[in-house]
């Protein structure tokens, strides 16, 4: 379990760093403050050379370089985006660096120019002098990758194809616009006649008391036709009514409660990172959701980190956190400021005494 986070260069991060970090971490502050960006910076140290997670991060923010007609490139990620300031030149680096009670995992990324005999002769033009470093260090032997950046400095998409995924540290990201329904379905279908299941259907019964069953209509049912960008696949029983009832039917709050679940079930052993957390939920079942949080990261070791603006979302936490039996080391709230070196972390504690007493903490 990570205790604490330093971030170097990263993002809108000149030098910042998150101390007392525990099993839930939920981060708060104002607009572009960069509390998403700290989820990112523990995906990307997670990823272990496996690039999906760092294109994926960039495509939810649409940070695309477009394709030069001229040579009919593809698209391409804005690489300088994730250097502080914006700015890519030789020699521009970031480094993001986790502690753990008895290790360390570090990720740093350098712009370095390019030995020459390793271009390509037949697209010479098209490329930059420079490559993008990437080197993990976990507690095997350092990780190493180098990347040829285009003329434009951009990394294309095809670059996926070179690099294959890697057996990387389980980190699973759920954005603001939740998970999609071709994630969702083979993560339901993974958990079918567990015992996961039935706190996946409790968890959503949080919601919807009267549903009594969840199935999926599974991969024949689709024609080869994908739900991308869909609420879609799944479909409940409800007491008192004989139909079955698409899973859009029923809100985006379940689909919301459903997706966090699923998410923390396949996170199993490693991080689960959500941005925006009480996004469709209302104020009355976050300390439900709390709860189920709490209660299943604690059993499959999860840590868990989750963004907020809302003042329901953390009050909720601070009653789960009244039970005599919660470990003062179990949660924190980060206050996540501009221009700050260091998060205002809030412990158990404290959080309890800012709720009783209406203290603002965001």
Request: glycine share 8%; proline share 3%.
């Given at each position: 379990?990570?205790?604490?986070?330093?971030?170097?260069?990263?993002?809108?991060?000149?030098?910042?760093?998150?101390?007392?970090?525990?099993?839930?971490?939920?981060?708060?502050?104002?607009?572009?403050?960069?509390?998403?960006?700290?989820?990112?910076?523990?995906?990307?140290?997670?990823?272990?050379?496996?690039?999906?997670?760092?294109?994926?991060?960039?495509?939810?923010?649409?940070?695309?370089?477009?394709?030069?007609?001229?040579?009919?490139?593809?698209?391409?990620?804005?690489?300088?985006?994730?250097?502080?300031?914006?700015?890519?030149?030789?020699?521009?680096?970031?480094?993001?660096?986790?502690?753990?009670?008895?290790?360390?995992?570090?990720?740093?990324?350098?712009?370095?120019?390019?030995?020459?005999?390793?271009?390509?002769?037949?697209?010479?033009?098209?490329?930059?002098?420079?490559?993008?470093?990437?080197?993990?260090?976990?507690?095997?032997?350092?990780?190493?990758?180098?990347?040829?950046?285009?003329?434009?400095?951009?990394?294309?998409?095809?670059?996926?194809?070179?690099?294959?995924?890697?057996?990387?540290?389980?980190?699973?990201?759920?954005?603001?616009?939740?998970?999609?329904?071709?994630?969702?379905?083979?993560?339901?279908?993974?958990?079918?006649?567990?015992?996961?299941?039935?706190?996946?259907?409790?968890?959503?019964?949080?919601?919807?008391?009267?549903?009594?069953?969840?199935?999926?209509?599974?991969?024949?049912?689709?024609?080869?036709?994908?739900?991308?960008?869909?609420?879609?696949?799944?479909?409940?029983?409800?007491?008192?009514?004989?139909?079955?009832?698409?899973?859009?039917?029923?809100?985006?709050?379940?689909?919301?409660?459903?997706?966090?679940?699923?998410?923390?079930?396949?996170?199993?052993?490693?991080?689960?990172?959500?941005?925006?957390?009480?996004?469709?939920?209302?104020?009355?079942?976050?300390?439900?959701?709390?709860?189920?949080?709490?209660?299943?990261?604690?059993?499959?070791?999860?840590?868990?980190?989750?963004?907020?603006?809302?003042?329901?979302?953390?009050?909720?936490?601070?009653?789960?956190?009244?039970?005599?039996?919660?470990?003062?080391?179990?949660?924190?709230?980060?206050?996540?400021?501009?221009?700050?070196?260091?998060?205002?972390?809030?412990?158990?504690d404290e959080i309890i005494i800012a709720a009783k007493r209406g203290i603002e903490v965001r």
């Amino acid at each position: 379990m990570i205790t604490e986070l330093k971030i170097t260069g990263f993002r809108g991060f000149k030098d910042f760093s998150l101390n007392d970090l525990g099993r839930i971490n939920l981060l708060v502050g104002s607009n572009n403050g960069g509390k998403t960006s700290v989820l990112e910076a523990l995906e990307f140290l997670a990823s272990r050379g496996n690039l999906r997670p760092i294109f994926g991060a960039m495509r939810r923010r649409g940070e695309h370089k477009w394709p030069d007609a001229q040579i009919k490139s593809d698209l391409e990620m804005d690489i300088c985006r994730l250097f502080y300031g914006y700015e890519m030149q030789q020699d521009s680096q970031f480094s993001i660096s986790g502690k753990r009670m008895t290790s360390a995992d570090t990720v740093q990324a350098e712009i370095q120019e390019s030995e020459s005999e390793s271009l390509p002769d037949d697209s010479y033009e098209f490329l930059s002098p420079y490559i993008l470093k990437l080197t993990w260090n976990h507690e095997t032997e350092p990780l190493n990758l180098k990347l040829r950046l285009s003329h434009q400095g951009g990394l294309s998409y095809k670059i996926l194809r070179t690099y294959p995924p890697r057996q990387a540290g389980k980190s699973l990201f759920v954005s603001t616009l939740s998970l999609s329904a071709d994630e969702i379905v083979p993560l339901f279908e993974d958990i079918v006649l567990t015992p996961d299941e039935q706190l996946v259907i409790e968890s959503i019964r949080h919601i919807e008391p009267t549903i009594e069953r969840i199935a999926s209509l599974g991969s024949e049912k689709r024609g080869g036709l994908s739900y991308s960008g869909t609420i879609g696949g799944l479909v409940v029983k409800c007491k008192g009514i004989d139909q079955r009832i698409p899973i859009g039917s029923m809100g985006d709050g379940i689909w919301r409660m459903l997706g966090i679940t699923l998410a923390l079930i396949k996170a199993k052993e490693g991080i689960l990172l959500v941005d925006e957390i009480d996004t469709g939920l209302h104020f009355t079942v976050m300390e439900d959701m709390w709860k189920l949080i709490a209660k299943t990261a604690e059993r499959l070791n999860v840590q868990v980190f989750a963004t907020t603006h809302n003042s329901d979302c953390w009050s909720s936490l601070a009653t789960i956190l009244c039970d005599k039996d919660a470990d003062n080391k179990n949660v924190s709230i980060q206050r996540i400021e501009k221009n700050k070196k260091q998060a205002v972390a809030f412990t158990r504690d404290e959080i309890i005494i800012a709720a009783k007493r209406g203290i603002e903490v965001r």
